[in-house]
């Protein structure tokens, strides 16, 4: 019974979920907030920046290997496949969310990793190959799948993109001339 109690304190924390906030007053507006909710028991983590139009919610689905993000102010979901070798595992997002939540800032180290993608101009008609967790965040929403251009350069073409800035980790630009504004 003693052994059945310390395996159940020991293994809570790994399968639960958690929520961290992050009060963001280095954006363009002066304030914001990012959040993180972590659920290990179904692989999925969940990333909501709070900035008025600017807001947005990232589902980044481990399981699937699928992300998506959803922009209020296009009114569109946008799914791409997870670079492995750039997003942070969950176990690592787990640490790093954690680390910049303690400091109250960005970490003081390496800037953070990039990622840009080109957003294909036709809407995406079955979600279902994406997961149960994208479905549910963007039945009912136009969605667009976008794919990762290696070696792109943001200044080619910054003002026809979609920035999210992911806790000082991960910047990712979602970029096409194609999305409505």
């Given at each position: 019974?003693v052994?059945?109690?310390?395996?159940?304190?020991?293994?809570?924390?790994?399968?639960?979920?958690?929520?961290?906030?992050?009060?963001?007053?280095?954006?363009?507006?002066?304030?914001?907030?990012?959040?993180?909710?972590?659920?290990n028991?179904?692989?999925?983590?969940?990333?909501?920046?709070?900035?008025?139009?600017g807001?947005?919610?990232?589902?980044?689905?481990?399981?699937?290997?699928?992300?998506?993000?959803?922009?209020?102010?296009?009114?569109?979901?946008?799914?791409?496949?997870?670079?492995?070798?750039?997003?942070?595992?969950?176990?690592?997002l787990?640490?790093?969310?954690k680390?910049?939540?303690?400091?109250?800032?960005?970490?003081?180290?390496p800037?953070?990793?990039?990622?840009?993608?080109?957003?294909?101009?036709?809407?995406v008609?079955?979600?279902?190959?994406?997961?149960?967790?994208?479905?549910?965040?963007?039945?009912?929403?136009?969605?667009?799948?976008?794919?990762?251009?290696?070696?792109?350069?943001?200044?080619?073409?910054?003002?026809?993109?979609?920035?999210?800035?992911?806790?000082?980790?991960?910047?990712?630009?979602?970029?096409?001339?194609?999305?409505e504004?």
């Amino acid at each position: 019974i003693v052994f059945a109690g310390l395996l159940g304190i020991f293994l809570t924390p790994t399968l639960a979920g958690y929520d961290i906030n992050v009060n963001d007053n280095n954006n363009s507006g002066g304030s914001g907030q990012q959040s993180v909710s972590v659920n290990n028991e179904h692989g999925v983590a969940n990333i909501d920046n709070n900035n008025g139009w600017g807001s947005w919610n990232s589902l980044w689905d481990y399981g699937s290997g699928f992300a998506v993000i959803r922009s209020f102010k296009k009114k569109s979901c946008i799914v791409h496949k997870m670079n492995k070798e750039v997003m942070p595992s969950i176990q690592a997002l787990d640490m790093l969310a954690k680390k910049n939540k303690l400091q109250g800032r960005g970490p003081e180290g390496p800037p953070p990793k990039s990622l840009i993608y080109s957003v294909k101009p036709d809407k995406v008609n079955n979600l279902d190959q994406f997961g149960k967790s994208i479905v549910t965040m963007c039945q009912g929403i136009p969605t667009y799948m976008a794919e990762e251009i290696q070696g792109a350069n943001l200044i080619l073409y910054p003002e026809k993109c979609i920035k999210v800035d992911i806790l000082w980790i991960l910047n990712i630009a979602l970029c096409e001339e194609a999305m409505e504004n």
